[in-house]
T-cell receptor, first 114, second 118 residues
């Protein structure tokens, strides 16, 4: 089955700096790669996603890149703000024909200090 | 749109009792529901996949007799934790694909259930 690895486990950045989180996946059939932000005790919130036919996607301060050959994808947050502090999860879906199960990375605790 | 309502949001039960968690799709038909468990400071671990009208598929290491999943209709999937023990205390959350079109939709999550077994 799919195995998703995520690094780093914790990330401290100064407000205004950039944050980068990296994930690798194992199943070449994976074609959907979402990123979620989760606050304590809450459901994951989708912040951006990318599909395997696209190499990069950007939404304001957030961007995701995908390298299918290397089986890795990354989340980039620019101009970080204190409200960006949360746990971020990457995930991968390995069913090309329908929406299959999502496998999550281990998570990254991001702390943005003013 | 594509809302999944999950109840209860939290529950405290005594060791040995059973607890039922419901996930209901409000404005779409959820033929598939994924059930996750999340321990503190850990990731979401997939427990099982339920499909309407058929038996659930459990991930390796998940006891199917302990975690009973029923998906009796296109809008309701339930997870029953039977004979709960303190080690079952966790955050349980369901998720459903929003649509069949591979390039539209994504996944929608319930709000989660915090289970505490005392």
């Amino acid at each position: 089955g799919e195995n998703v690895e995520q690094h780093p486990s914790t990330l401290s950045v100064q407000e205004g700096d950039s944050a980068v989180i990296k994930c690798t996946y194992s199943d070449s059939a994976s074609n959907y790669f979402p990123w979620y932000k989760q606050e304590l005790g809450k459901r994951p919130q989708l912040i951006i996603d990318i599909r395997s036919n696209v190499g990069e996607k950007k939404d304001q301060r957030i961007a995701v890149t995908l390298n299918k050959t290397a089986k890795h994808f990354s989340l980039h947050i620019t101009e970080t703000q204190p409200e960006d502090s949360a746990v971020y999860f990457c995930a991968a879906s390995a069913s090309p024909d329908s929406w299959g199960k999502l496998q999550f990375g281990a998570g990254t605790q991001v702390v943005v200090t003013p | 749109g594509a809302v999944v309502s999950q109840h209860p949001s939290w529950v405290i039960c005594k060791s040995g009792t059973s607890v039922k968690i419901e996930c209901r799709s409000l404005d779409f038909q959820a033929t598939t529901m994924f059930w996750y468990r999340q321990f503190p400071k850990q990731s979401l671990m997939l427990m099982a996949t339920s499909n309407e009208g058929s038996k659930a598929t459990y991930e390796q290491g998940v006891e199917k007799d302990k975690f009973l999943i029923n998906h009796a209709s296109l809008t309701l999937s339930t997870l029953t934790v039977t004979s709960a023990h303190p080690e079952d205390s966790s955050f349980y959350i369901c998720s459903a694909p929003r649509g069949q079109d591979s390039f539209v939709g994504g996944y929608t999550f319930g709000s989660g259930t915090r289970l505490t077994v005392v």
